[in-house]
């Protein structure tokens, strides 16, 4: 039986800092697609499906889909019909918000996750772990806070990327437990393939442009944001618990801000910075504390012989 501890796991906890850092360049890739922005989801799963697929079945051990249950493919199915519903409606919000709009409130499964983690536990958060969650919150508003504005332009757009960030919290739990039988390239070129038809309907149903007359930031966006991005998170969802996987989203923002001040010349702030460091150090906080009788399990890690 694998010992994975929920905290103790260095290249896991890398992997998802990397993850989350792959995952901000998101909003730009999009914003600089000639496509359609559901159009150019689609493309981020239609280019690193094969690419995944030969991860797959190329990386030794990497597991095998062929004894899971008709339940684990059920929840692969759902898990891409998640992900497609939050690609779709978050690549329409980044269009119609701010960029620091759509980063934050895309990623409420900071909050939501972690919830759902405890409410497995049956436990309530220690109080170190309340006190890396206030932290946490205190650091993205005060991160977002000279770029969030109440502006009725931007209503319609914040909401499509709140409801992006309800459905991407249900992608990890559904993936979380898909990852009790599936090592993490299977799962994440099973739940990418899935996600492929329900976007290409999406993108036909609005009307968008489907092919491209310039592929760069489509490639971008399929090897930075799926390949990478989703790749170390998958891996990550399986070793660490639901509090370090929710709060390491934050990390989102705090890149998302240095790509504007880099790429559109938003310059960062005393407040900003600050920020930052508050993320950094709730991640520290939970880095730090080994599990114990409150600690949410992690997302349902696989069996060793499976990894």
């Not at 990397?18 to 999009?30: I, M, Q, Y």
């Not at 094969?50 to 190329?58: C, D, E, N």
């Not at 946490?136 to 319609?156: E, F, N, T, V, W």
């Amino acid at each position: 039986m694998s010992r994975t501890p929920t905290m103790g796991n260095p290249a896991a906890f890398v992997a998802v800092v990397v993850a989350n850092a792959a995952l901000a360049f998101g909003p730009l890739f999009v914003r600089l697609a000639d496509t359609g922005p559901v159009a150019a989801a689609f493309w981020r799963m239609a280019l690193a499906v094969p690419l995944l697929a030969i991860a797959a079945v190329a990386i030794p051990r990497a597991g095998s889909a062929s004894a899971t249950s008709p339940r684990i493919w059920l929840f692969v199915a759902l898990a891409g019909i998640a992900f497609a519903a939050d690609l779709g409606t978050w690549h329409l919000g980044i269009l119609h918000t701010t960029m620091a709009n759509a980063t934050l409130l895309g990623n409420s499964a900071t909050f939501l996750f972690p919830l759902w983690g405890f409410l497995i536990a049956r436990a309530w958060p220690t109080r170190m772990q309340g006190v890396a969650l206030l932290l946490a919150a205190a650091g993205a508003a005060l991160l977002m806070g000279r770029s969030y504005q109440l502006d009725p332009r931007h209503l319609a757009g914040d909401l499509l990327c709140v409801v992006a960030g309800v459905l991407y919290a249900l992608y990890f739990i559904l993936m979380s437990d898909v990852r009790r039988a599936l090592a993490p390239w299977p799962a994440l070129a099973l739940s990418s393939l899935a996600a492929l038809l329900p976007l290409l309907g999406y993108a036909l149903i609005l009307g968008e442009r489907i092919m491209p007359q310039h592929w760069t930031p489509l490639i971008a966006l399929a090897l930075v944001c799926q390949l990478l991005g989703q790749g170390c998170m998958i891996y990550a969802l399986g070793r660490l618990s639901p509090l370090v996987i929710g709060l390491a989203l934050l990390i989102q923002p705090a890149v998302a801000a240095t790509i504007g001040w880099v790429h559109f010349g938003e310059a960062l702030g005393g407040p900003d910075f600050v920020g930052i460091a508050m993320i950094a150090a709730a991640l520290v906080l939970v880095r730090g504390k080994r599990g114990g009788a409150t600690e949410p399990p992690p997302a349902n890690p696989v069996p060793e012989e499976m990894r």
